[in-house]
């Protein structure tokens, strides 16, 4: 069953924390599904957070963010990768949750851990920028219970100042996908973000 856009109306942090389990659908040409377990998130709250897109206002980048929730935020990092948010909170609000990592389930060949390889992976990019979760290209639908979540402070954004240290980055304990346990290995850009992010 999908996600309704009821579920990404609630606060962000807790939007964050239940999207764990959830699997990420993306439908590609010729009907291809690609299917991700989500293992990692993080929460990013608006206008009042300095590590959100958000905190200087309204921009042509971050427009996506201030509308209805339920949507895709797409951007791109060191113009090479792409990173995917799903909008949170009533309208205008501007927050959103960034995907850091999932488990590969179906029709996923390469790596998963850390945002820009997660959407390499799953063929996202800036086109899907603004679509709706609730359609027919991508996706959320419910999953299975992660049974030990974690939390801590998010990754790579020390300039936030003392919003650096909310521990809004969530994730599964058990799962060897999450982006922290793989980032010495990976050798990506993702592994050391820096004022790109939400």
Known sequence: M???KDFFARDT?????????ARLVRKGPGARLRVGRIVETEAYRGPNDRASHS??????????MFGPPG??????IYGFWFC?????????????????????LEGIDDKTWGPGLLCRAMDIDKQLNGADLAGDVLWLEEGSPVQRIGSSPRIGVDYAGRCAKRPWRFFDRDSEFVSSAKRSRAGTPDTKRSRSSR
């Open 84 to 104: 995917l948010n799903f909008v949170t909170e009533p309208e205008g609000t501007a927050c959103a949750v960034l995907l850091r990592a999932v488990e590969p």
């Open 55 to 64: 905190y200087r206002g309204l921009t042509q980048r971050n427009a996506v």
């Open 13 to 21: 942090v807790v939007v964050a924390r239940e999207l764990l389990g």
């Open 2 to 4: 999908k996600l309704s």
């Open 71 to 76: 949507h895709a935020y797409v951007y791109m």
